[in-house]
Structure formats: structure tokens, C-alpha cells
């Protein structure tokens, strides 16, 4: 397998692009960059220093991630036995995935967007995520909605269209 790069796709030093990672038209993808494999990312994205999309996540068109946002990473799904203890990390299913769901997204530095454990993640179209925010696995976020900084979205959590989450 091979990657598939689109035209007028500027790919910058020192960057990994995995075999069957699909990468739209005029995508700009900055040093030091991860796309993992099978990742499909859309036309016209800007992927900053740093940032990693890991496998079979997609990104749709014009979406934006800054530097060190990760998107598709393992959650946080550790379970624990009868006295407490940790006994075993959950499971998490093959093929589910972070999902950027729509066009115009931009997902701030430092913030992660988990896959999914049972169900895919999705954020919507035009939605916004600020800098060192937090998307657990299965979380489904609506369209046009803004997430600012240090907020942090419990797995499995869902959120409608057109709104505003402000933490800190």
C-alpha cells in the first residue's frame, strides 16, 4: 500500500504519512506532522507542527489543526476489579474512529480528540475547539458549536448543534 496525496498538496520536513492515509487537494501539512494509516484527510486542510491524525481517524475539508492537536488517539478506558485495583484496560474495537465530521472545523493546540471505544467520535460541521481541550471516546458533537479552552468532554457525552462549552 501507498499513500494517496491530491494535487497541490504542500507537505512539508520531517513528516510520516502511513501507507493508505488518503490526503485531499490543497492541503498544507507542516513539519513534523503523523498521519497514521488509513487516515483520510480532506481538501483544503492545514495540518500545524506537531499535530498527529492517528490511523483510519478521517478529517473532512478545510479543517485546521493546530500545533500538537491530536486527533484519534486512545482514550482513557481502564477498568478496575472487585477491590479497586486496576485489573485491565477496556477494550477498544477495531474500525471505530475520531471523526471530523464536517467541513471548516479547527481543533486548537495542545488538544486531543479520542477515538472511539463503542461508538465513533464525531465533531460536526463548522465547530470550533479552542486550545488544551479535551474530547473523550464516543463523544458526538453537533455542528457550529464552540468549545473553549480547558474544557474537557467526558466518553460517550453528547452535545447539540450551536453550542458554547467554556471551561475554566
Given at each position: 500500500?501507498?499513500?494517496?496525496?491530491?494535487?497541490?498538496?504542500?507537505?512539508?520536513?520531517?513528516?510520516?504519512?502511513?501507507?493508505?492515509?488518503?490526503?485531499?487537494?490543497?492541503?498544507?501539512?507542516?513539519?513534523?506532522?503523523?498521519?497514521?494509516?488509513?487516515?483520510?484527510?480532506?481538501?483544503?486542510?492545514?495540518?500545524?507542527?506537531?499535530?498527529?491524525?492517528?490511523?483510519?481517524?478521517?478529517?473532512?475539508?478545510?479543517?485546521?489543526?493546530?500545533?500538537?492537536?491530536?486527533?484519534?488517539?486512545?482514550?482513557?478506558?481502564f477498568s478496575t476489579d472487585e477491590q479497586g485495583l486496576l485489573s485491565a484496560i477496556f477494550p477498544y474495537l477495531?474500525?471505530?474512529?475520531?471523526?471530523?465530521?464536517?467541513?471548516?472545523?479547527?481543533?486548537?493546540?495542545?488538544?486531543?480528540?479520542?477515538?472511539?471505544?463503542?461508538?465513533?467520535?464525531?465533531?460536526?460541521?463548522?465547530?470550533?475547539?479552542?486550545?488544551?481541550?479535551h474530547v473523550g471516546h464516543n463523544v458526538q458533537i453537533g455542528n457550529d458549536c464552540f468549545i473553549i479552552a480547558?474544557?474537557?468532554?467526558?466518553?460517550?457525552?453528547?452535545?447539540?448543534?450551536?453550542?458554547?462549552?467554556?471551561?475554566?
Amino acid at each position: 500500500l501507498k499513500a494517496q496525496i491530491g494535487s497541490n498538496v504542500c507537505i512539508m520536513a520531517y513528516c510520516i504519512i502511513e501507507d493508505g492515509a488518503v490526503i485531499g487537494d490543497n492541503t498544507v501539512i507542516y513539519p513534523y506532522t503523523y498521519i497514521g494509516k488509513n487516515a483520510v484527510i480532506g481538501n483544503g486542510c492545514e495540518l500545524n507542527p506537531g499535530s498527529v491524525v492517528h490511523e483510519n481517524s478521517i478529517l473532512g475539508n478545510n479543517v485546521v489543526l493546530r500545533a500538537h492537536a491530536v486527533v484519534g488517539g486512545q482514550g482513557f478506558g481502564f477498568s478496575t476489579d472487585e477491590q479497586g485495583l486496576l485489573s485491565a484496560i477496556f477494550p477498544y474495537l477495531s474500525g471505530l474512529v475520531a471523526f471530523i465530521n464536517g467541513d471548516n472545523c479547527e481543533i486548537g493546540a495542545g488538544s486531543a480528540v479520542d477515538n472511539g471505544a463503542m461508538n465513533d467520535t464525531v465533531v460536526g460541521s463548522g465547530t470550533k475547539i479552542d486550545n488544551l481541550v479535551h474530547v473523550g471516546h464516543n463523544v458526538q458533537i453537533g455542528n457550529d458549536c464552540f468549545i473553549i479552552a480547558q474544557t474537557g468532554i467526558a466518553g460517550s457525552t453528547t452535545i447539540g448543534n450551536h453550542c458554547i462549552l467554556a471551561g475554566q
